[in-house]
DNA sequence: CGCAAAGTATACCGATCTGTTTCCTTTGTC
DNA sequence: GACAAAGGAAACAGATCGGTATACTTTGCG
């Protein structure tokens, strides 16, 4: 393609990853299908094509990479996720069952291990790594999400729903991940859907 | 203290923990604190006080140890979990909402680092791996000791309340192991409670 | 007692780990 | 075209990994 005019140039920049982000998404998916500590550097230079030097130009260390993993993931993850439920539905409440429809999609992905952030907690139990703060952080923007669309549903107790749909969707994803014969998020969605009735009831 | 008698030595005997005993007791707490890779098995013959040698005279390889520990630990959770589930009270019902507190006290234990089952998975995601099984196992038991719980209080959708009450469950273990803050078990057991309400109007 | 099984301690092996260093090439910019 | 920054390839370091081998000690039991 014959190069006319800057802006195709800056767009074509953005669209090729730089090496950082190139090593960030190749980290995520090894770090996501075989965990943290059994991935290594190597691998994922490998995978990545990038050299050693270039890492640890970017990064002090593994955990450092780990840690823009896990940053990085977070933003990206949820944006994804909300726009899809947002074309889920145009109620709120249907946007809120919508969820899950859009977890069960997640599920049945190829490229579905697990969470990211359970899977950090799990390898690295310390409270005080700097690991937690981050993981604590994404479930806690995600449980936010669910209130703020319990808030537009118009349901009065939206903090205590938010935290029980929160924790069904906690629940689908763990048990998607180890026994993946479970439609799990169908039974989280007949979960929600009886605590959302309930709340309904109380709310009139 | 005097010997007197058989059967006083073969208690003590028993009480005593036998080296193959000490090695899946230790890996298990290590494994279930440190995660699968990031426990060597040099600490765990440390922390046991057992060498080298004993280890690979009990098991072929570490992961035969992973799998003694998955195995052992799924009866002996198992009957344990079930045994405070007895005494937390008598009706069916009361037994099946006394399963989160008695996880209450479990996520309140200074040994409660998360399920063994799931950081296993996280960390050995090919489906085709040895400790897949196991791991499915033990969600399938714990689920199918909830539906009998259920059928006993008389449910007639007993495995569809199984089901979500499972899923509760687990997304309260996760949440705990995450962010200890939350008080995972009683958002869990309020959520069961609406569960079983709409499940109790639905079978007069 | 005497013997075999089980145990300890320790050195060792090859592989792999994170991270550093060296030397050379590419690339973008003034 | 020159120069500095970034990147690549590969050797290297020190530690640790899972697992084996050797030599000696303890223990249970007929």
């Not at 094509?49 to 990206?76: C, N, P």
């Given at each position: 393609?014959?190069?006319?005019?800057?802006?195709?140039?800056?767009?074509h920049a953005m669209a090729t990853?730089?090496?950082?982000?190139?090593?960030?998404?190749?980290?995520?998916?090894?770090?996501?299908?075989?965990?943290?500590?059994?991935?290594?550097?190597?691998?994922?230079?490998?995978?990545?094509?990038?050299?050693?030097?270039?890492?640890?130009?970017?990064?002090?260390?593994?955990?450092?990479?780990?840690?823009?993993?896990?940053?990085?993931?977070?933003?990206?993850?949820?944006?994804?996720?909300?726009?899809?439920?947002?074309?889920?539905?145009?109620?709120?409440?249907?946007?809120?069952?919508?969820?899950?429809?859009?977890?069960?999609?997640?599920?049945?992905?190829?490229?579905?291990?697990?969470?990211?952030?359970?899977?950090?907690?799990?390898?690295?139990?310390?409270?005080?790594?700097?690991?937690?703060?981050?993981?604590k952080q994404f479930k806690k923007?995600?449980?936010?999400?669910?209130?703020?669309?319990?808030?537009?549903?118009?349901?009065?107790?939206?903090?205590?729903?938010?935290?029980?749909?929160?924790?069904?969707?906690?629940?689908?994803?763990?048990?998607?991940?180890?026994?993946?014969?479970?439609?799990?998020?169908?039974?989280?969605?007949?979960?929600?859907?009886?605590?959302?009735?309930?709340?309904?009831?109380?709310?009139?």
């Open positions: 393609m014959i190069q006319t005019c800057i802006p195709i140039l800056e767009v990853l730089s090496k950082r982000d190139q090593l960030v998404k190749t980290a995520t998916e090894l770090f996501a299908e075989f965990g943290y500590h059994a991935t290594g550097i190597d691998k994922i230079l490998q995978q990545a094509g990038v050299s050693k030097k270039t890492l640890y130009h970017h990064f002090r260390s593994k955990d450092e990479l780990i840690l823009a993993v896990l940053r990085d993931y977070d933003s990206l993850f949820r944006n994804d996720f909300m726009k899809q439920v947002d074309n889920e539905a145009d109620s709120p409440k249907g946007k809120l069952l919508g969820v899950y429809d859009v977890a069960e999609r997640w599920f049945n992905s190829d490229d579905f291990f697990g969470c990211m952030y359970i899977k950090a907690i799990g390898e690295h139990s310390d409270p005080k790594s700097p690991f937690r703060d981050v993981c923007l995600t449980r936010n999400y669910l209130e703020e669309l319990c808030v537009e549903a118009g349901y009065r107790a939206a903090a205590e729903l938010a935290d029980q749909l929160a924790l069904l969707l906690e629940g689908a994803i763990v048990t998607a991940q180890v026994s993946p014969e479970i439609d799990a998020a169908r039974i989280a969605r007949d979960a929600a859907e009886i605590i959302i009735s309930a709340q309904e009831k109380k709310s009139h």
